[in-house]
């Protein structure tokens, strides 16, 4: 198997003239030229390519332009010609690059991160019969942030490319270079270069990774909680605002809701008349940013709406499409305004700065003063009975407000264990969590079939009276009652995925990770 190439740093002090001087082999090096590349490295918000296990860049030369993923792992490459840096897989023909983006993005859309602009020198290294061996590259590299704001060197970096036949010659240059003191790159040119900006990739993620302290006051946990939410609430305004790709409002909307939960279930930590201001003004976030959002989501959907129709009738939804494109675009620019406004600045401020005072002093709150596991634990505990007596309550023939009920406090269990998954064994806790979310997804699904039933039936009834054809609105039809057989499947599949949860094993877990020892004061 060819060896992968390895990259060595020259120390600050060396320039190529020093490091050929030092080399044996130096008079069996022929220069094979200078080239320019100018990379610009790419990625979702998320960072969803770096997650993968790759690189994306955009690479231009004198001669072409291409795109470039790179494996970290095995320095496995898929290359595409292409003349311009996309935004969204689908802007590339089909192909493997293609299929890993699609992939490995979602629904996130691309970002420029980072410029590298290299020059670098060729050798090639021939052996008695003139037959090149190896490649030595001499790269001299700068970065720039895409704004152009923050720029430095990278220094010279000098590469051994193994050819295929000749390994031995690649080992035994590989020991010379070691032997001259050179040491291994570890850091990839696109690690050096995010970091010279101030960034590490996945320094962006909506997950809840908190490190708590189990003996820590509730009242400074629970305000550590709701300033990470708040980072990520906020890192996500100017992504929503520009429309980049759905997933900053989705994003958004998430921090926000988490935030309402948080300030409302770990109790007894706050006076309440000084939290209510905050929970009025993330109701009303909650509430400008749901029009847009779900326009997002039929958007989202529509591809699978127009598949579940029969062949003959698909096209009949395109002025569906169109419709709700427009309807998007005036609940975004409603948005727009709401997240400049004076009222969404003003919340921001008097919430970062209300939660970034340490709580230092003694607290009358009943819970503020407890150590942080015992109300984690009370609190879980409480909405899991809570939960399991609702499950237990509901029948074939309840009314489907009783599942949105549970859907709530199923939300509230999820995001409570999500909050301090810290302070329990990892592998226990995720598997409870899961469960969790499994119902979830099927109770979401109950409630999420009935209300797009019900709006694309209220869109149907607007587009009438614009004059929509007739064959779009009995398409529209068909597609509402796909949408409440789809329900009805929901609602079958509930039972059993609720007993699951209210298994003796799984009852058993919930009680020995979560079920106190320690005498509830306010719960």
Known sequence: MLPQPIQYQLPDDWDQDKLIANLAIKDRLIDAGTQSLKQT???????????????????????????????????????????????????????????????????????????????????????????????????????????????????????????????????????????????????????????????????????????????ARSDAT???????????????????????????????RVATRRTRSAMSQIKGVFDEQEMEPFKQGFAWVG????????????????????????????????????????QHKKAHAALVRKLNSKQFRDLIKAWREWLEQAATEPSLQANAMRPVAELADQRIYKIYKRVIKQGNAIEPDSPAELLHDLRKDCKKLRYLMEYFQSLYPKREITVLIKLIKVLLDNLGDFQDLQVQAEKIESFAAQMQEQGAPASTLMAMGILVGDLLKRQQQAREDFAALFNNLNSEKNTQAFKRLFKPTVIAIQS
């Open 222 to 252: 629970a305000k550590q909680i709701m300033l990470s939410l708040l980072n990520t609430l906020e890192a996500n305004v100017v992504g929503t605002k520009a429309n980049f790709d759905s997933e900053f409002l989705h994003d958004l």
């Open 287 to 326: 509430q400008v940013t749901g029009p847009t959002r779900d326009m997002d989501v039929y958007l989202l959907k529509f591809d699978n709406y127009r598949h579940s129709l029969p062949v003959a009738i698909r096209s009949d939804l395109d002025p569906f499409h169109d419709f709700l494109q427009l």
């Open 41 to 215: 490295y790419l990625d979702s918000f998320d960072w969803q390519i770096w997650q993968s296990g790759a690189e994306l860049s955009f690479e231009q030369t004198k001669q072409r332009k291409r795109l470039c993923w790179v494996e970290r792992d095995s320095a496995k490459q898929i290359e595409l010609e292409f003349d311009k840096i996309p935004r969204l897989p689908a802007e590339l023909p089909a192909g493997a690059l293609r299929e890993r983006l699609t992939e490995a993005l979602q629904l996130r859309a691309l970002f420029p991160l980072v410029q590298v602009q290299q020059q670098f020198q060729t050798f090639n290294l021939v052996n008695k019969n003139d037959k090149t061996v190896l490649r030595l590259i001499v790269q001299r590299s700068e970065f720039s942030s895409p704004d152009r704001k923050q720029s430095g060197s990278l220094g010279v970096r000098v590469v051994l490319k193994p050819l295929k036949g000749y390994q031995n010659a690649f080992r035994k240059i590989q020991l010379e270079c070691e032997s001259l003191g050179l040491q291994p790159v570890k850091q990839s040119l696109f690690e050096s270069a995010i970091a010279g900006i101030g960034r590490t990739p996945g320094d962006y993620t909506s997950k809840l990774n908190y490190q708590l302290n189990p003996t």
